[in-house]
């Protein structure tokens, strides 16, 4: 059964730092991994998509990487600013399945 | 280009009741997906529909139903309503395949008393 960490829970640092949010998925088998933003109270916004072929994605301060043989990804967020605070999911498409697996997010909050 | 809507935004309803959550999926877009999302919690699969037939279903008990129409829209429906059902329903829709991106809608929040 497919599992998806992410670590920490939460996150507090201060305006204009460079971060890295952390995900790791139990098995290796997947289409693709897919990280996605989401405000409070509201539905999830896709940040990036990765391809199980590929290495990274990245989209503007953005940069995500996958490394399936060691089922980990990360979510590297350039000079930080206050409208970045929000929970950040990573999600996985295990092979042969119609769905996303999600990690419990990682809640960020950028402190002006 | 149209994004994913779903209504209503929220709803509260009483233990034993029925209801029905609806989803519009982008266009271009013929697949769609329903996820529970609990307070705190990562969301859940519940299941997915592919050109109106369902495609996969998550370890959701038989009184969560749905439908997908010729425009693939869809609906959930949950019978025998319990009060672990509150949660947050999104829906997501794709082109299709698996290895193509999931768009989400807003959610439709449902309170159960």
């Known amino acids: 059964k497919q599992e998806v960490t992410q670590i920490p829970a939460a996150l507090s640092v201060p305006e204009g730092e460079n971060l890295v949010l952390n995900c790791s998925f139990t098995d290796s088998a997947i289409y693709n991994l897919q990280w996605f933003r989401q405000d409070p109270g509201k539905g999830l916004t896709s940040l990036l998509l990765?391809?199980?072929?590929?290495r990274e994605q990245t989209s503007g301060r953005l940069n995500a990487s996958l490394d399936k043989s060691s089922g980990r990804s990360t979510l590297y967020i350039a000079a930080s600013q206050p409208g970045d605070s929000a929970t950040y999911l990573c999600?996985?498409?295990?092979?042969?399945?119609?769905?996303?697996?999600f990690g419990q997010g990682t809640r960020l909050t950028i402190n002006p | 280009e149209t994004g994913v809507t779903q209504s209503p935004t929220h709803l509260i309803k009483t233990r034993g009741q029925q209801v029905t959550l609806r989803c519009s999926s982008q266009s271009g877009h013929n697949t769609v997906s329903w996820y529970q999302q609990a307070l705190g919690q990562g969301p859940q699969f519940i299941f997915q529909y592919y050109r109106e037939e369902e495609n996969g279903r998550g370890n959701f008990p038989p009184r969560f139903s749905g439908l997908q129409f010729p425009n693939y829209s869809s609906e959930l429906n949950v019978n025998a309503l319990e009060l672990d059902d509150s949660a947050l329903y999104l829906c997501?829709?794709?082109?299709?395949?698996?290895?193509?991106?999931?768009?989400f809608g807003p959610g439709t929040r449902l309170t159960v008393t």
């Open positions: 990765i391809q199980s072929s590929q």
């Open positions: 999600a996985v498409t295990p092979n042969g399945a119609q769905k996303l697996v």
């Open positions: 997501a829709s794709s082109r299709g395949s698996l290895t193509y991106e999931q768009y």
